[in-house]
């Protein structure tokens, strides 16, 4: 992220899954906890994987407002180790095509924003997937257009949220 908060920035908790609130940011969310209409959210009743940002000028949220893309299931809590990876590369992965998904919130990040870069491609692989080279799912995006980062740099981070239950996260 490029918060002005840098490495101080904290997202809310709960719902917010630790990165909610944290402005300038992208996320990619394991989510193994439905979080119910009576909390303002409109979550799945699905273990999911999704990808998240508000941009560069507005908070993330984990609410559909700004999914990059359509979430994907995958049974993640289900008590077995589980190995993610996440990768972008600095061009459209054509092998990638059928698995990519893109949301109306997408849109703002498919061009070229003047700096030079084009379109790369962001690839979340979980378990198999890795071996594979078969991402569970993946966006077509131009980081340079969701991410305002002062000198190219952001800090990175994992956050886990689980409300008032817990999992092991590693």
Do not use: C
């Not at 989510?31 to 940002?53: A, K």
């Not at 849109?107 to 979340?124: F, N, Q, S």
Request: proline residues 4%; without cysteine; aromatic residues 10%.
């Amino acid at each position: 992220h490029g918060d002005r908060a840098d490495a101080s920035a904290l997202g809310g908790d709960g719902e917010h899954l630790g990165y909610g609130g944290i402005s300038n940011s992208l996320a990619v969310e394991f989510d193994t906890w439905t979080n119910v209409d009576t909390q303002q959210s409109d979550d799945v009743f699905q273990d999911h994987i999704s990808i998240h940002s508000g941009g560069p000028l507005r908070e993330n949220s984990s609410n559909s407002s700004t999914s990059l893309g359509y979430w994907r299931p995958y049974d993640i809590a289900d008590g077995k180790v589980h190995e993610a990876k996440v990768q972008y590369l600095p061009y459209v992965e054509e092998r990638y095509f059928e698995l990519m998904t893109a949301s109306d919130n997408l849109v703002p990040y498919l061009k070229d924003g003047g700096e030079g870069r084009r379109l790369g491609t962001l690839a979340i692989f979980v378990d198999q997937g890795i071996v594979e080279d078969r991402p569970l799912l993946a966006i077509p995006v131009n980081l340079g257009l969701v991410l305002d980062l002062h000198d190219g740099l952001a800090y990175a981070g994992f956050t886990a949220s689980t409300g008032r239950k817990w999992q092991k996260h590693e």
